[in-house]
Every structure is written in C-alpha cells, then in structure tokens.
C-alpha cells in the first residue's frame, strides 16, 4: 500500500538495495583494513639512519637475522628485536631484552647505537608514546 | 515514471550522498597532519619526537638540539657546561641554574632532603649507569653523604655556589626539563601536536588531527619484558617515570637501584618499584615521580595533591594504584 502511495513498482527495490549496500560498504570499509601491519625495525648509529628492515617472513632471508654494528650484536625476527651482545660497560641494551611492539626502542647510549620499532602505518599505532 | 516515484528515488539518492559526505568529511577530520618521527641519543637517554604538522619537517632535527643543547649546559659530565663548572670550581655564572634551583627547592623541603640536588658526590661513588657500579662501603658512603645539603646552595643574580666538595647532580630533573623547552619551541615553530619522549619523561601538546583525539601513551612495566603496565590517556601534559628497573646491579640477591634517598645515602626502598606522575609541567613530573619514588606512596599523595599532580604506584609486590585525575588503563594482553 505504501509503495504504491510512493509511486514505487517492484524493481526499484533493486535500486534501493544497491544504495543501502553503498552506504553500508562505506562505513564498513574502514574496518576491513589490514589490521596486521607490518612491523619495521629502524636501525640507527651516531645519529644516522643505517638500515630499515621489515620483520616478517616474507621480507626477510631468514627466521633470524643479525646485524654488527658499533660493538652491538642485533637479532631481527619477526617477533622482534633485541640486541644479543654488546661490548659496552653497563649491558643496559641487553639487559631491555627484545621489543616486538611498535613505538618501542633499544638505545646502547655508549655505542651510540638505537633500534626502534615502528609499523608501517603510525595512525595505526595503538598508542603515541613510551614512557621507558 | 510518474512523479511520485522521481521524488522517492531523489530522496533516496540525496540521503545516500548525504551520507557520503558525512562519511568524507569524518574521515578527513579524523585524518592525522603529516607526520615526522625522529629517535636518536641525547643525554645518555633515547630521545623520541612524533610530530604532527610540523610545517617544514626540519623542526624534529631542531628539536633534538634544543635537548643536546640544554645537555651542555646541564650535564655533569660535559666539560664546559655549567654544572660541571660548578662543581669542579664550586662556583658558575648561569642564566638557567638560579631558576631551577629555586623551583625545586621546595620539593626539597617538602620530601625531608630525601630528594636534594647536590646528591652528585653519592650518584658518583655508586657509579650506576657505568662500569664502576658497585655496592660502597658504608665509611665511603658516610663520606659522601657529608657533603649533601641543599640548603647551602647559594645563588646571587646569575651566580651559583657550592660548599667545597659538594656536586650537583640534575638527573633527577633534566629530561623533564627538556621536555619543556622542546615543547616550547615546537609549539614557536608553529608544529600542530605531537609527543616528545627524554628518556622516561614525556611531552604530549596540541593535535594530530582536527579530532583533537586525546594521546595515549605507554607505560612500561617494571617486571616484564614484552608488556606494558598500561596507557594513559592525556589531552596534553607532561609524564614522567622513575623505576627501579633501569639502572641497578643486583648483589646477593639485592637490588640496587640508582634512585638514591639522600638521607640514607643508599637507594630508596620505599615498597615500590616504578612511580609514573603525571602534571602540566615537564620538569616537575620529573622531579615529582623522584620524590614520590624516595617516599612511598602514602607519603606521596599530599605531595602530588599540593602540585594537582597524578600518579600510577606500582609496588615491589606488584600492585598497581593510581592516585589523582587520571585516565588510566591496565594492559590486559
């Protein structure tokens, strides 16, 4: 009775269907993002940006990977990252342990030797900061 | 086609371009300003700026030069910056010392001279954060202890003065401090938001979209590697953390941390081992999570009341508390 008050016939409930399913698409399409963002390690020593390896399986030539750089041993993995030895006086690098979330870091202060994590998209960060 | 129906499917595709637009317009409001991250070392800590909208990208690089450069003035190590000046003449002219010593000199009273900036002849003798740390004999540490008071720092105009033998030691307040100054220039360079991290201390200030979202920052645990304690959700503010889990040595079976309770000359063993204190002034938290380490937390909270300052507790049993007008979630993962 309404659609016929409406002016509507049958097939436009197609029509209706398809904007309804654009609308719904629109606000559901944020939500299927790929919320399994790939981790990068960032790796720096004396100040500079040296290498920037991506952890995951695909990106790396093996399950674990290690770097020497300024006395500090790294392992990558798709875990995470921490450094495995260091030559440096107090072992505090080694002692943080691994990191496998981003926004965290490992600095070897006499090394001058910093590893941070970050994920490929900051916004999907869950959160902005560490406090250490 | 009558008229009715040409009506009805107007409407329809009008609300469905109405809800495009909603749907456009919240994503670019929720869309954060451009982005610049930069992490490297200044003041033997790791330094971390996230930026939003920094209008030429170069304001990250600047920023870690107004840290490196307070660090020349401040450190006690770097010969030529001020403190180091004053302690190895006992005397310096210095265009920020006054005014810090003044500030914190009441937090001094207030803490019972548990918490004294001229700790740096104990800091010293237990040599944490070094290869020298160590356990000192009690001889030594009585020693040392004789030349902590800091009611007798003197300060006329721009010139600072210690007793002879004493050592200043501003660890306890620097990377708060450097918080403050980085923002203030941030904020000057016209940088819309972002979060400044020194080491424990931490500066959240503006907006990283038009949302205005408030930042929400983790706090790392003291116990267990891979989890944090938990987040803390700030509009802006300054953060700051002093824990028992970051310089220490253990030594049959006992933790020595470089917390050091001036009176005692041996570091603090109030029953907790990270303070997390949260206010609007970067030096203060610095300082103020310090104290509330040296006290405990029942000593603490007229402290933190008399500042309108809050704080996360966490006790060496592993209890967390917190105190204040705090937004504060447990990580749960």
């Known amino acids: 009775m309404k659609a016929e008050r409406l002016g509507l016939r049958a097939g436009d409930g197609v029509i209706y269907a398809v904007l309804v399913l654009l609308c719904a698409a629109l606000f559901l399409l944020p939500l299927l993002r790929d919320d399994d963002a790939v981790l990068t390690a960032q790796i720096m020593a004396d100040g500079e940006v040296i290498e920037t390896v991506e952890l995951s399986l695909s990106a790396m030539q093996a399950f674990e990977e290690t770097r020497e750089v300024n006395g500090c041993v790294i392992v990558l993995s798709p875990e995470g990252v921490c450094v495995a030895d260091a030559d440096c006086p107090d072992r505090l690098c080694v002692k943080t342990g691994m990191i496998t979330r981003a926004g965290e870091a490992i600095a070897c202060v006499p090394n001058r030797v910093v590893v941070t994590l970050r994920q490929a998209r900051a916004a999907d960060e869950t959160y902005d900061g560490v406090a250490y | ?333």
């Open chain 2, 1 to 333: 086609m009558n008229r009715k129906r040409i009506l009805s499917l107007v409407a329809a595709v009008l609300v469905v371009a109405a809800a495009v637009a909603a749907v456009l317009i919240w994503q670019s409001r929720s869309r954060p300003y451009p982005l610049t991250e930069k992490t490297n070392i200044a003041m033997d800590t790791i330094v971390g700026f996230k930026l939003y909208g920094a209008p030429t990208g170069g304001e990250a690089d600047a920023a870690l030069n107004v840290v490196t450069g307070l660090e020349s003035v401040i450190s006690r190590y770097k010969a030529g910056s001020d403190v180091y000046t004053l302690n190895e003449t006992g005397t310096c002219s210095s265009t920020l010392l006054p005014s810090l010593l003044a500030q914190c000199k009441p937090l001094e009273a207030q803490s019972g001279g548990k918490f004294d900036l001229t700790v740096g002849a104990l800091s010293t003798l237990w040599g944490f954060g070094s290869e020298d740390a160590r356990l000192p004999a009690q001889s030594e540490i009585d020693k040392a202890k004789q030349t902590v008071d800091y009611t007798e720092l003197k300060t006329d105009g721009s010139t600072v003065t210690i007793r002879d033998g004493q050592q200043l030691d501003l660890g306890s307040i620097g990377k708060g401090l450097a918080c403050d100054m980085v923002k203030q220039y941030l904020e000057t360079a016209g940088v819309k938001g972002g979060v400044v991290s020194v080491g424990g201390s931490i500066c959240a200030f503006g907006k990283k979209s038009d949302r205005g979202e408030a930042w929400t920052v983790a706090i790392k645990h003291p116990r267990e590697e891979n989890r944090f304690l938990g987040y803390i959700r700030l509009k802006e503010g300054f953060l700051s953390t002093s824990g028992d889990y970051e310089q220490f040595f253990e030594q049959d079976g006992k933790r020595y941390c470089h917390l050091l309770d001036a009176t005692t000359g041996y570091p603090a063993e109030s029953g907790l081992c990270s303070v997390t204190v949260v206010c609007d002034n970067g030096m203060l938290s610095d300082a103020l999570s310090t104290v509330c380490f040296l006290l405990g937390e029942e000593n603490s909270k007229p402290i933190l009341e008399s500042y309108n300052a809050a704080a996360v507790f966490v006790t060496t049993d592993g209890e967390i508390s917190t105190f204040g007008d705090l937004d504060f979630t447990k990580d749960e993962s």
